[in-house]
């Protein structure tokens, strides 16, 4: 059950900017960062996630997602990750990223594109549900119906984990 506290936390993130939600973010994990790393029940999730995220890098690098993402993004009316997506990650998503040890950049100065694309793709480690859910009609076609099917494979591996974080992590900040 969702105490109101954990409710409160949640909402308030919709009420936030970009900067407000990174800065919460990082003062969130240098307040107690050590400790939940440390958790015993977030300390499995974290070393579960490592294996999963760095196996959906890879997967994700070898089929050159990163590219196709990035450029996609500099084509005009391209950029399925978008200002729009950026600005809803959550301070939940960045804390999860700097419990990894992920310090994801923000830049802001295309209004456009999601302020954590870089030039070779996504800024995180562990990226936002939302960007592993959606494959746009580009990606579908670079990977083919066989590689789409194992992409969504090994991102439902990584969310099953994350979602487990996001629940431990509501608790013991809510």
């Given at each position: 059950?969702?105490?109101?506290?954990?409710?409160?936390?949640?909402?308030?993130?919709?009420?936030?900017?970009?900067?407000?939600?990174?800065?919460?973010?990082v003062s969130l994990f240098h307040e107690?960062?050590?400790?939940?790393?440390?958790?015993?029940?977030?300390?499995?999730?974290?070393?579960?996630?490592?294996?999963?995220?760095?196996?959906?890098?890879?997967?994700?690098?070898?089929?050159?997602?990163g590219t196709v993402c990035a450029s996609?993004?500099?084509?005009?009316?391209?950029?399925?990750?978008?200002?729009?997506?950026?600005?809803?990650?959550?301070?939940?998503?960045?804390?999860?990223?700097?419990?990894?040890?992920?310090?994801?950049?923000?830049?802001?100065?295309?209004?456009?594109?999601?302020?954590?694309?870089?030039?070779?793709?996504?800024?995180?480690?562990?990226?936002?549900?939302?960007?592993?859910?959606?494959?746009?009609?580009?990606?579908g076609k670079h990977l083919g119906a066989?590689?789409?099917?194992?992409?969504?494979?090994?991102?439902?591996?990584?969310?099953?984990?994350?979602?487990?974080?996001?629940?431990?992590?509501?608790?013991?900040?809510?």
């Open positions: 059950m969702v105490t109101k506290n954990q409710q409160a936390f949640f909402w308030e993130n919709e009420g936030l900017t970009l900067r407000q939600k990174y800065s919460r973010a107690h960062g050590g400790r939940l790393q440390q958790d015993a029940a977030i300390a499995p999730l974290l070393a579960a996630l490592i294996p999963a995220t760095d196996a959906l890098a890879r997967w994700m690098d070898r089929h050159r997602l996609c993004a500099a084509q005009p009316g391209g950029c399925c990750c978008s200002s729009f997506m950026g600005n809803n990650t959550d301070t939940l998503q960045l804390l999860s990223n700097m419990l990894l040890g992920c310090m994801p950049e923000l830049d802001e100065t295309d209004a456009d594109c999601c302020p954590y694309l870089g030039k070779q793709g996504c800024g995180f480690t562990l990226k936002p549900v939302f960007c592993l859910n959606y494959n746009c009609v580009h990606i066989a590689n789409l099917q194992e992409l969504t494979c090994e991102s439902g591996k990584v969310l099953q984990i994350q979602f487990r974080l996001e629940e431990e992590l509501l608790t013991h900040l809510g």
